[in-house]
Every structure is written in C-alpha cells, then in structure tokens.
C-alpha cells in the first residue's frame, strides 16, 4: 500500500461540502442499482467494541453487494487498545485489508487507527462523532425535501456523539440548527466553536438551549437519539429524570412544521425519548434513515477507495 494520500472518515468535516454533495449523488445511482463489482478482490474489516445492527449489517451487506469481502471483528476477537496497541493493530490490519471501519469508546482510538494504518479508516461511531449516520441523515432529508440549505434541523436531547456529526453536517450544508438538552448536556465547547465559524461561512445558524418546544416550534426536523449512550448504561436512571422533559412525543411534534420530518438513528427507546405514537406516525423517517446507511456507506468506501 501506498501511504501518504490516503483519506479516512472520521468525522463529517474530513469532506467539504461539495463532497457530501458527491457522495450523495453516488448514493442516489446505488439506491437504484445497487450492485457492482467494483470493490472485486478488496477486503473490508469491521472491527466493534461496541454492540451494534445497523452499522454492521449495512457495512457487510455494503461489501457484498460492491463484490467484495468482508469480515467483522468483536472484542472477543480483537479488542484493539487492549490485547494490543491500537498503533499494532493498524500496521498489522493494513497488510491484510484495504479499508478499515471501526466502531470504539475514545475517539481516539480511531484516530490512532487512521494515524497509524496505511489505509482509510472510516469511523464507525466513537464518543465523540457519528458521521456515516450524519451523512445518511441528511441524504434523506434531501431525498423528502429536494434541498437542504434554509432548512432547520432541531435535535431534542443529550449533545452526544450523533448530534455532534449532526452540527458539523447541518452547519456545512447550510442548514440551520438548534438543540435543546438539559444543563450540564449540551454539545462539546470545542465541536460547537468548530460547527458556529462553518455555519458563518455558510449563512446558517445554531441555536443551543436548555427548552425544547422554543426549539420545535417551526422546525423542519426533530431529531432525537438515547438519553444514555453505549457505555453510559450506569447513568441510565439518572438521565431518565434529568431528561424527562425531553421526550419527542405529539405536544411537541405539534409546535414542529406540519409536514416535519421525525428522526432517530436507532436503536429507539421508545417511551422515553421517543412515544410509539410519534415513532410509528407518517413524520417519521426513522427506517428510511436506517436503510440510507447501506447506500451512503456504499458511496463513502467508493469514494476513499477511489472506485
Ligand atoms: N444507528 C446505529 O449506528 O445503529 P447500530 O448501533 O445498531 O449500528
Ligand atoms: N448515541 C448513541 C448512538 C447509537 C447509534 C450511542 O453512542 O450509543
């Protein structure tokens, strides 16, 4: 392998906006024909330290239908970071594969991976960003919608790793964005300084406050995702009380656009963040996103293996 010019995925900004707006209309030709044979001879490792359905299937059922292979790692197997360095596991991965997605705790890890792996890392979920579900979020706002810019996205809920990737796609698509979480939940200072110079640039807005419906009222999107994270299992009944008011439920839907689309990266837990009502409504687009994860990630490997 070559290194050097190689390109990694690890968070939405790695990829201008003209970009994103490529890798969606790839993702556009493989939603209709979703076969080929491009990715013939190559070798795609999934390594997990997490639990995960979406992300694995759609990766796995990616390669297979581009005509290449594909292999998914557990901690049981691998456990990068601990039975070895994840700057061991890179060189040793980049002898066998040609691309790597990974799904860790620290981002970074993943940014260790991409540092010390001679081929593209794409990061799939860490602490910090969520890009490929970004990236398949907002395909399918533009796929309901026809265009972003001008839209608003309001995200209910914790300032976690997916609203994270959320603020750095909305703010370089040009689309507006507010998040209402609790005190003490909002997003990270430094993703936030990062996303409020992209959204300048671009003539959008973030709004971040502690009050949902101010932020639902008139909105476009309502987005949501858990109020305890994948290894905040610990702090799941705290969290349930702080974030009770933070419920997409019909009240709030209500002060949303009409025809607002509802949103949730999945896995749901329904009654708390989301009310079955709200999730199983005409709104929501929660499995349209869930299937979009197939086509965009598709779009994204293509584009970091120059295919
Ligand atoms: N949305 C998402 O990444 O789902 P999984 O955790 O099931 O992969
Ligand atoms: N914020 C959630 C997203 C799961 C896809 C988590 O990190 O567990």
Redesign the pocket.
């Known amino acids: 392998h070559s290194g050097g010019s190689k390109r990694d995925f690890l968070a939405v900004t790695d990829f201008s906006a003209e970009e994103v707006l490529e890798v969606f209309k790839k993702t556009e030709e493989l939603k209709k024909d979703r076969f080929r044979e491009c990715f013939k001879n190559k070798a795609v490792g999934l390594i997990f330290q997490?639990?995960?359905?979406?992300?694995?299937v759609?990766f796995q059922v990616g390669v297979w239908q581009l005509g290449g292979q594909c292999m998914s790692l557990s901690p049981a197997e691998v456990n990068i970071g601990v039975r070895e360095s994840v700057k061991d596991a890179a060189q040793t991965l980049s002898r066998y594969l040609d691309l790597v997605v990974a799904?860790v705790f620290k981002h970074k890890d993943v940014v260790d991976l991409a540092r010390y792996a001679h081929i593209p890392v794409i990061n799939?979920?860490s602490d910090l960003h969520?890009p490929?579900?970004a990236l398949a979020d907002i395909f399918t706002v533009k796929e309901k919608r026809g265009a972003l810019k001008g839209l608003t996205l309001t995200y209910v809920g914790d300032g976690n790793n997916?609203c994270h990737s959320l603020l750095q796609i909305t703010s370089l698509m040009g689309m507006h964005m507010r998040v209402a979480a609790p005190k003490g939940f909002a997003p990270q200072k430094d993703v936030l300084n990062e996303v409020q110079a992209l959204a300048k640039n671009a003539g959008s807005s973030i709004v971040v406050t502690q009050d949902p419906k101010e932020a639902a009222r008139g909105t476009d999107v309502l987005y949501t995702d858990v109020w305890a994270s994948?290894g905040q299992e610990r702090e799941a009944a705290r969290r349930a009380r702080i974030f009770k008011k933070y419920q997409i439920n019909k009240e709030l839907l209500a002060l949303a656009k009409k025809d607002a689309l509802v949103m949730h990266?999945?896995?749901a837990h329904r009654g708390s963040e989301i009310t079955d009502e709200v999730m199983d409504s005409s709104n929501s687009v929660v499995f349209d996103e869930?299937e979009n994860?197939l086509h965009v990630q598709k779009a994204i490997m293509m584009k970091l293996l120059n295919k």
């Open positions: 997490k639990p995960s359905l979406r992300t694995r759609s799904r799939g979920l969520h490929c579900q997916v994948m990266c999945l896995p869930a994860r």
